[in-house]
C-alpha cells in the first residue's frame, strides 16, 4: 500500500468526507475579491484577510458573495479595471492605509505593501484580457501564470495557486503552513510544498470511490480547518 493511500485511509477516519462544506470565500461574487483574498492571505491569519474584503466591499459598495456555485453573468461583476482604478486614484499606500486598513508587506524584509502586489497582479491580468471570473477561467494559461509569478513576494506560487481554487479550480490545494504541518506530522518527515500537491491529488482519486463529491480543494480545507483550529 502506497504512503498516499494509506493518507487517504487516515483523512477518511479523521473527518467525514460526506459533509465538507467549502465556506464562503470560495463563492466570492467577482475576480477582484478573489485577488485580494489570495495575496493578502500568505503568511498572516485568516482574520485580517477576510476584514481586508470586507472593508473593500464596504468602501465601494459591493456585493461580497454570489447566491451559488455558478459566477454571476459577467456584466453585473466588479471588474479588475474597477480594482486597479480604485487602488491607483487612493494610491497603494492610502488604499492599505485608509481603504482595506492592513499594511503588511508581502515580506518582513524588502517586500512590498500587498497592496501594490495585488495593484500589479492586476494589470497583468488586465492587459491579458482578464476582467471577471469567466474570463479568468477561460483565458488564464501558463504565460499568464509565469508573469504572475515575476510580482514580487508571489514567487513560491502559493498565491496563484489559492486565487484558481477561489475561481473555481477544485484540483488544486494552498501549501501553506498548515497543511505542511498536517503532512509533516502524517510522514513524520519535513515534506516540500512541490510534494503537498501530489500526495493530496493521489489521496482525493483513491477516496473517490466512496466518496464521489471529495475533491483535492475540498481535502485542503477540512485539513486547513482541522488544523487552524489546533493549538
Known sequence: MSDNITLADYLESQFDLDKIELPKEYFYSCLPLCLLDAIYSIGVTYTSTYNVVIKYCKKYNIQQYRQSDAFPPADKQHTI??????????????FARYVVENEQRTSSKNGILKSEAVLNCAKIMQKNGIETLQDFTEKFNESIAKKYQTVKGQGSGISLAYLKMLCGDSSLLKP?????????????????PVEAQKMIAEAAEYLKKKHRNINVRSIDYQIWAHMSHLK
Open 176 to 192: 501553506d503552513r498548515h497543511i505542511i504541518r498536517f503532512l509533516n506530522g502524517f510522514f513524520s518527515r519535513e515534506v516540500k
Open 81 to 94: 479595471s474597477q480594482l486597479i482604478e480604485n487602488i491607483e486614484e487612493t494610491g497603494v499606500l492610502d
